[in-house]
């Protein structure tokens, strides 16, 4: 069993292939704990060498957050609700960052190649995005039911909201909030964080992405700990700096997946 990449060079030191043993998923590996620090730094490679195409998709996701909090700023309810929500779709969002690191690969980029490439994908990588707009629809009722029932404070702008949570003068709101978003989000990470580059990448359907994504976080729980955490650091980074973080931060996190995904999956030539 060799423990060779995609593009033939050898795998870093803490990489190990641990699932190989069946013919139609592709062998899985077990990497380093630290390797997601490698996968930003690699990350920002590809963002400074995309030029202004990675900056366009920064450009999107910050003005989107802008958007949400300037539309329903007298809503807290919403607003928290739809801003957990976008980030729940937040992978499929940034399909186009995966393609330019693809491209990049084979020193090709570009805006419109990153917007044009993925015809043919369009069926898988749809029913992704239905199963991910259901649990952001779902998730949208759970967030105002838990308003409903367990926040019993005016809500007059964001801002005094924010106030009140970081007050804790209603911690069984903000336990109950956190506890059913951290469901949702976990349910969305393990089934995205590497099935939308695999599909990308080698046109796999939905489903089997989907349980390959969830088989290869069970492998590596550490590291996707690891990951998972600095995902939500940079994204609460981007929002303390009023989306304005967001025009780098998202694309590093974009690229930074795709990397990711190449680490984690292997290819069917590892087998020989």
């Known amino acids: ?34 390797r997601p620090f490698v996968w930003l730094k690699m990350g920002w490679q590809d963002f400074r060498a995309s030029g202004g195409a990675s900056l366009f998709y920064g450009v999107c996701f910050a003005a989107m957050g802008l958007v949400l909090k300037l539309v329903l700023n007298n809503a807290p309810e919403y607003l928290s609700a739809l801003t957990c929500g976008f980030l729940l779709v937040g992978p499929l969002l940034a399909l186009g960052l995966y393609d330019i690191s693809r491209r990049l690969e084979n020193v090709r980029s570009g805006l419109l190649g990153s917007v044009f490439s993925m015809r043919g994908r369009w069926s898988n990588i749809g029913v992704l995005a ?33 106030a009140q949570l970081f007050s804790l003068d209603n911690l069984e709101f903000l336990a109950v909030y956190l506890c059913i978003g951290f469901i949702f989000a976990s349910l969305v990470f393990a089934i995205s964080w590497v099935s939308i580059p695999l599909m990308l990448d080698r046109d796999t359907d939905a489903i089997t ?31 303390m700096t009023w989306n304005v973080g967001f025009l780098i931060i998202m694309p590093i996190i974009g690229h930074a997946t795709w990397h990711a995904y190449k680490e984690v999956i292997g290819h069917a030539d590892d087998r020989q």
């Open 209 to 239: 992405s989907m349980i390959i994504s969830c088989v290869a976080l069970f492998v590596n729980v550490p590291v996707t700990m690891v990951w998972a955490t600095l995902i939500i650091g940079s994204v609460v980074l981007g929002f």
């Open 1 to 34: 069993m060799s423990n060779q990449t995609r593009d033939g060079d050898s795998a870093p030191p803490d990489i190990k292939t641990v699932i190989d043993n069946e013919a139609v998923f592709p062998p899985l590996r077990r990497v380093g704990i630290l």
């Open 130 to 162: 239905l199963v991910l707009a259901v649990i952001m629809m779902v998730w949208a009722r759970a967030s105002l039911v838990i308003f409903a029932l367990f926040y019993n404070k005016g809500m007059p702008t964001m801002h005094g909201f924010l």
